[in-house]
């Protein structure tokens, strides 16, 4: 499951020599970048900020021995560049001052080089109200439906990554998807409001 590599980089990690920085960093940036985009949507100033927390996060595990080789390091680091893509949300969500971030088209169809900007516009505030609902559901839900509907991971690979049985990481599946229907529903901006 572990590739040779991977296996020499996280030897030498935890020995101390951070001389490898650099190769940990190629074998990893596309997707610690990919997952950060995917949950945080639009690249925005703290893009690159989560990334560079991502990859702190991901050495300080593999060097406290957190990773425990049980899946493949990219599946970790996806794992871990989760954790804190969320955490981020969530702390964007608990200081963001209310306002209205929606742009008002006044019921205008507007085409600009064959795209419907009012659809796009309605497509972006409807991801961002699931970004904002995900935020805050419970953490472990969160991250199991995001690593399994959104990255594509496994049950039996995000029980390993979340250190719950199978059944568990299903559980919180199911009942994070029921969650995020029901906050959805319950939210009185819909698309249609827009």
């Known amino acids: 499951m572990l590739r040779a590599e991977d296996e020499a980089l996280i030897d030498a990690i935890q020995r101390g020599d951070r001389r490898l ?3 940990l960093y190629g074998r990893l940036i596309r997707i610690v970048d990919a997952t950060v985009y995917r949950i945080a949507g639009r690249k925005d100033p703290e893009h690159d900020d989560l990334v560079q927390t991502a990859f ?9 021995k957190k990773y ?3 899946c493949s390091l990219t599946s970790w680091a996806a794992a871990v560049t989760c954790n804190v893509t969320l955490h981020a949300l969530r702390r964007r969500t608990a ?3 209310v306002f209205d971030r929606n742009v008002e088209l006044d019921g205008a169809v507007l085409d600009v080089g064959g795209i419907d900007v009012e659809r796009t516009v309605a497509a972006r505030r409807e991801l961002e109200r699931v970004r904002d609902h995900l935020s805050r559901m419970t953490p472990e839900r969160a991250e199991t439906l995001l690593l399994h509907d959104m990255l594509g ?3 039996s690979e995000i029980a390993v990554l979340t250190g ?7 559980s919180r599946l199911v009942r994070g998807r029921h969650e995020l229907v029901e906050r959805m529903n319950g939210d009185p901006t819909t698309t249609e409001d827009a």
Do not use: M, P, W, Y
């Open 56 to 64: 702190e996060q991901i050495v300080i595990t593999i060097a406290e």
């Open 21 to 23: 920085g650099d190769q």
């Open 68 to 70: 425990a080789k049980a």
């Open 153 to 155: 991971k496994e049950l």
């Open 95 to 97: 200081h963001r001052k």
């Open 164 to 170: 719950v049985s199978v059944a568990a990481a299903q």
